[in-house]
């Protein structure tokens, strides 16, 4: 995006802050059209930012990773490792309730999206592994735990939830539940 003019960058930066609020409310299948509406410009500036439908949820969708990293990174300090690590994970489990259908949209053509994903999922690995590595040297979880698990604990119930009245509720209301354990201590 170096290079552009002013007005050009304020478009890109625009259109994309209207299309996570978009993707967040409509999922993946949000209109590019209303995209357009909504931040005011036409549906060729949003074309010429985002020449197809992957483009635009690839640049939401790494928009959002970036900001679940600098997460996992800002909570890596934080007092508590265990209530970090909760933290961490209540706010990839409301990225992942409001990216309704993303992942599937991005994986649906060819391995090249899914190769994106997956580096993706490298890159909040990266993020989070110092977090759950704090919060397992701590004893508030499994050493066996890997960032893995979590980030596969939160697709299962993100997938779970999909159709539920208010799937990010109900998925926050799970992982809750997860972490209490089914089987109360004796």
Request: with cysteine; glycine share 6%; charged share 20%.
């Amino acid at each position: 995006m170096t290079g552009q003019r002013a007005d050009a960058r304020r478009n890109y930066a625009l259109i994309l802050a209207v299309a996570e609020a978009e993707v967040a409310a409509h999922g993946a299948d949000a209109s590019l059209e209303q995209i357009a509406r909504t931040a005011g410009v036409g549906s060729a500036t949003v074309r010429r930012h985002f020449p197809t439908r992957r483009a635009l949820l690839e640049a939401v969708f790494s928009n959002r990773i970036d900001a679940l990293c600098a997460l996992a990174t800002e909570l890596t300090s934080a007092d508590d490792p265990r209530s970090a690590l909760l933290d961490w994970l209540s706010a990839l489990t409301r990225y992942a309730t409001s990216a309704r259908g993303m992942a599937d949209a991005l994986l649906k053509d060819a391995a090249e999206e899914a190769d994106h994903v997956n580096a993706c999922s490298v890159r909040l690995g990266g993020a989070v592994d110092p977090l759950l590595h704090r919060a397992a040297r701590s004893g508030a979880v499994a050493p066996e735990v890997t960032t893995a698990d979590l980030i596969t604990l939160v697709t299962g119930l993100t997938l779970a939830t999909e159709q539920h009245p208010d799937p990010a509720a109900e998925a926050q209301r799970l992982l809750a539940l997860t972490v209490r354990g089914i089987c109360p201590r004796s």
